[in-house]
């Protein structure tokens, strides 16, 4: 089975400062890794897939994510956030095995809040 | 492309009354998904669908039932509704082929209250 555990719940943070919201993740297969933002009242929207190769991922909004395998984990940072990045994060894996149905499992997310 | 659709946005139930959440995809997709989105919960699968005619239980199914008559469409039915169903109810789809997935695509939410 397959968990992910976002470290935590909320994150106050000022404007133009740098951001990192913490993933990790525990599964007995590979997986594919993904941040979602849900900004209120909203759907989710991709922010940044990890399948493959390069083990740093860029993503929409100027966000960045990097793998870590052995630390099975795959933070999201920003160097310099903007109020308009308040919204919650969602950090998700899709196991990578012939059964797999591709459904995602997330993480219970992390509130960012940006203050001027 | 619309992309993924849901209808309705809003809806207050009573307690014991059965209503559908309607999905659509206009993109040839094969998989269907409903999550349920629970505050401070994330996200949980309640069914899934790999194709027309094929369908199967997620994490949470209790108390709803699904149907896949079409590619497009992927209606959630809530038989005898419960105030645990409360809840904000998420449509996705995506293509799977051969075990490589492909980004899941989210249709904007049905909010659901149940009194």
């Known amino acids: 089975a397959q968990s992910v555990t976002q470290l935590d719940s909320q994150v106050p943070v000022f404007e133009e400062a740098p951001v990192e919201l913490r993933c990790n993740y525990s599964?007995?297969?590979?997986?594919?890794l993904f941040w979602y933002v849900q900004y209120p009242n909203q759907g989710l929207q991709l922010l940044l897939k990890y399948l493959s190769g390069s083990t740093l991922v860029k993503g929409i909004n100027g966000f960045e994510a990097e793998f870590n395998k052995s630390q099975t984990s795959f933070h999201l940072r920003k160097p310099s956030v903007h109020i308009s990045d308040t919204a919650e994060y969602f950090c998700?894996?899709?196991?990578?095995?012939?059964?797999?149905?591709?459904?995602?499992?997330f993480g219970k997310g992390t509130k960012l809040s940006v203050k001027p | 492309n619309a992309g993924v659709t849901q209808t309705p946005k809003f809806r207050i139930l009573k307690i014991g009354q059965s209503m559908t959440l309607q999905c659509t995809q206009d993109m040839n997709h094969n998989y269907m998904y409903w999550y349920r989105q629970d505050p401070g919960m994330g996200l949980k699968l309640i069914y899934y669908?790999?194709?027309?005619?094929?369908?199967d239980k997620g994490e949470v199914p209790n108390g709803y039932n699904v149907s896949r008559s079409t590619t497009e469409d992927f209606p959630l039915r809530l038989e005898l509704a419960a105030p645990s169903q409360t809840s904000v109810y998420f449509c996705?789809?995506?293509?799977?082929?051969?075990?490589?997935?492909?980004?899941?695509?989210f249709g904007p939410g049905t909010r659901l209250t149940v009194t």
């Open positions: 669908s790999v194709g027309a005619g094929i369908t």
């Open positions: 599964s007995s297969v590979s997986v594919y």
């Open positions: 996705a789809s995506t293509f799977l082929r051969q075990g490589v997935t492909y980004e899941q695509y």
């Open positions: 998700a894996v899709i196991p990578n095995y012939g059964g797999s149905q591709g459904n995602l499992i």
